[in-house]
């Protein structure tokens, strides 16, 4: 177990490091010139070219990597933001909580409200509430998030006055994004679960279990379901990425202050420190979540588990 | 005098997909006596598994589903009786045995606690008590008792076949229903696993019915024989008759794609053509299309079973012996 814990953490490791890199080959060859875009359009050409040179963007390419991989990985030292002047350090800090919190918060309501319409609609297999709700899981799949976030806002905000529409402030601020985050993950989620039960539902090991004299319902509980829901597992970490991607849309029409609407800020402006450091936290996010998921896989499922557990191999022999 | 533990009579089982219905079994009529062996025989697709899960009444709902006949045991038919009861006689007093062993048993669970889930669903056992009796079982079917704790993934094939076997034996069934248990083992480990069912069932005197479509399998170890063809029993009888005297076109056909060792010919005749279309059955007698002793009259209506001998019926106008209403009466009924 031990070995797969940290070929998993070097995986991450290495995930990170790439990401870093791409992230800033990519700004490095973006056409156009961070001071200009810093300074606008009435600044003269001298001080343009001072600018830059104070910025560092003049240096060769190896040069100014090389700097970024020591400033960040070295002495975690994310730079101060072209744009603001702070550090972005103390602006992610700020930011990072909320994001954290709508994306977890979101991820935990996709698994269980996407498990209970995918168990209920499995195990109702191609009858009228199977149907029901495979057809609603569909709408929000198919609904854009941000359309859903301003529906939502009209009909809650505005109409009934029930939660505020957008800023941050208690808890009752982060109810909407919260939901908006989770929706179309729990509707991919309800359509896999479903698909997977009644894929188990065949399996011979079913009828094995009822060739026993069990229960439906015991059967359902303790062979369909266990075993349906392993695939699952490997799914969460694609839906976390699905949160992670939509966090920028959600957080700027529900106007919160997070990584998403702090990277999408930092890319109009050309604010290149702080587009690298949240770029690479979402990475690390992302990466992190995936690393407990496939943890969590690999505890939960003995064919894995006892692929890296050498005592037991041992006792097999 | 009647000593009939297993009747099963007219037995209908039909698949609904969509708007098309496979007719996978079609007057299924057969019985069984105490301690009794009685093979299915038959290619794939022949309805040998809706049978036995029939009897059981296990077939996948939907779309399977028991639409006509009488399954008896011991004078009770099974069909009449309510899922609470079928729970106290699925694995209590019919048990079976499974096609493919890769696949039946739950890759999650370990086969101790798969074996010892029927141990205590029929018995008042505490777990401790239960394990110890799955242990035993495994011993038996030659399985070291520490193995209890271990996943299906780490057995060989032929090992879970045996977990399977342990497993349908833990409540010591009156009736064991062995779907092709040997079908997906090597040819050696099919020899073992037969001979372990064989001696088990002989220690506890279960009834079987082994389903297969080897005839050399069904030479080896059964009393009876009933050929299946497109959810039909074709010929019927003791293996004595069936194997001495086949009458029936489809039975000489099986017997003559075999390979023997003492035949001059060593060329094999497979039968021509395959089973038919189980949602468009042919008229007649369904073997027809294949049969090389078809004749016009065997292309109408409905052919019934023919009784050639005392204890040996056969369902095919060509087979020799008169037809009375009389007989095919007593063949229903299932008394030969
Ligand atoms: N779950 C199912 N759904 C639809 N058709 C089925 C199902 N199971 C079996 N059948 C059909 O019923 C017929 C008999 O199948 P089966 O009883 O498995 O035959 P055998 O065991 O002799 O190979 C076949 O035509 C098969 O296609
Ligand atoms: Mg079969």
Redesign the interface.
Known sequence: MAEYILKRCLALIIIVFATAFIIFTILYFTPGDPARALLGASASDAEVAAMNEALGVNRPYLVQLGDFFYDTFIRFDFGESWVYGRPVYEELAARLPRTVLIGLSAMVLNLFFGLLLGIFAGTH??KWQDSLTMAIAMVFISCPDFWVALMMIVLFSLKLGWLPPYGIGGPEYYIMPIICASLGGIAVNARQTRSSILEV?????I?????????ESVVVR??ML??AL?PIITTIGTGFSRIVAGSAVIETVFSIPGVGTYMLSAINGRDYPAVRASVLFFAVFTCIVMLVVDLMYAFV???IK?QYSRVRRAK?Q | MDNTFLSVKDLEVIYTSGKKIVRAVNGVSFSLQRGETLALVGETGAGKTSIAKAIMRILPNPPGKIVGGVVELEGENLLEKSEAEMLEIRGERIAMIFQDPMTALNPLMTVGDQIVEGLRLHNDLTFAEAKKRAEEMLEQVGIPAVRFVEYPFEFSGGMRQRVVIAMALACNPDLLLADEPTTALDVTIQAQVLNLIKSLRQKYGTSMILISHDLGVVAQTCDSVAIVYAGQIMEYGTKRHVFKNPCHPYTRGLFNSLPSMNSDSDRLKPIEGTLPDPTNLPDGCPFHPRCPRATQECKIGVIEPVKVEPGHICRCIHAGAEKSVEDSKRIHSGEV
Do not use: I, L
């Open positions: 297999g191609s539902y065949r399996e011979d090991y009828t094995t279990a009822r060739s026993k004299g069990q229960r303790r062979h266990p075993n392993m499922d003995p064919r006892a097999v």
